[in-house]
């Protein structure tokens, strides 16, 4: 009996789907990504130590030792460099990276990212980074001309103009000729956008001595001999793609178990909800080792499962065990060290969960505010103390704000900021002379805090980032239900988000939050 075409094709895609999904199982995935991360070890430690190295959030932090990388990641999305669709975001302006003493002493630093789609390279490094470095070049260009206008010609202004380069420089295999021409046509407008913003430029042009030009390395054309950039005439920004392009589902070998086979997954870190049960890269990183001799039947303890089930197994185990708040790293050290971070000329933090650890959290904070994250004992304890005793607000130096995750906890958020604007006011009130330290946390430090430390910048504090005097506090209280006396702009909103996500680049608030904030203040329907 013959089986129609269509039923053959459709079993036929059925069993591809099948082998596909097999080969992307946690233990290839995992083998996969250590793999990658050798050849990351291999140039960034052996070819390129002079340089710092940033990992590319989200999918880069996977192939990064958290040993040799900076702690504060950085964040080009690949939307932003989509075809038709380019654009210069203004909260991924990566200004941290620029600002960095490391990068300025090394005159260059290194990205590494990853990609999936069967491309050498993301289109993170192909050209959102190209478009990132230009828009900078031709902003900062513009900067040196103002600086030198305006007075006596500086022979240092002069060298730096004869040498910036402005234009876009995008890999030629990759993007084609028309293409570059088309995203070079936008530069000078997103260049006024980023002047126009309240980012610090001239400081940025003071620490940038060379303009930026990305260099590409990939793991399809491997470097036998470091490349010399100590002569060139650009700051290299090196974008470091850790995956093969031409080797998806093959049987490797190679990383720490180099002696056992495995099928190889191209950009395996990529969407990480959909195949990391909850492991994390840090989890990753400190438990390498066992997760992957668990995986390879080599532990007596994973005989009897195969190496996805024994991998799957230890995973579960792992993320279980550092889901207590006992296990978290100490406060302000390892991959915590950057647990929290003060806005740039302003007493407030935006934090993650162990940043509001008790006792230690009191040595950076005069008062608490927790979005919704799981409570440390001793908070919940002060808390329920205070509300037994009906404290005030003003002899409170602790609040709990219950705004779940995702999407639950919109409707909630926008019930919970005149609470945490009331906290607020009330420290300000008690002694206006003595600014408090306030350190605004959730779990991760990336969307409800980032909220609701958005909703405190623009109640409280003037466009040069002062608190506003007491009367102004008082009458913004009175018109507590009134925002439009408080003469607030959508421009003033986003600029204080950028005061944010200068100081904290993993502040990553959705669009849903924003737009919440910005219907409290604005009444945007």
Known sequence: MTLPIEATSESKSRIDRQLRNETRNLYNRLRSIDNDAEFVQHVTQQLLPQYPVFANERCGTWYVDPAISRQQAVYFKSTDGHYGSWMFNLRRANTHLLMSDSVAESGGCIIVDSTRKGKSMPDSFSRTIPIWCAVWNRTIHRAIIG???SGASDPKDDARLAIWDTRVHMPPAVVSESERTQVDA????FADKLVASDIDVSAIASKLLKPLRPIWITRDHRLVFPPDFSDASFTPVVCLSASLCSAEGKEMG???LSGLLFRYVQGAADDQEA???DLTPQLFWKHRTDLLLLGSGRSSSAMSLSPSGACEDAVRRIVAANSDPASLDAYGSGSNSDCFQFIAGTQLAVGNRTSGRPPECWMHFDAVINCGAPEFEEHAAERKKSEKEEKESA???YIYLPIPEGKRGQAELSRQIPLAL???ESLLLKEPSCPKRILV???????RSVGIALAILTRFFDNNRKLLSLSSAEESNKNATSTTKLSISKEDIQNRLLWIVSSRPRANPS???LKRVNRFFLDII
Not at 186 to 189: K, N, Q, V
Not at 441 to 447: F, I, K, L, R, Y
């Open 422 to 424: 009331a906290f607020v």
């Open 395 to 397: 002899e409170s130096r």
């Open 147 to 149: 600086t030198s206008g």
């Open 254 to 256: 190679g990383g720490s």
């Open 275 to 277: 195949w990391a049960m």
């Open 186 to 189: 936008l530069l000078d407008r």
């Open 511 to 513: 669009r849903a939050t």
């Open 441 to 447: 946390h959730c779990s991760q430090g990336v969307d």
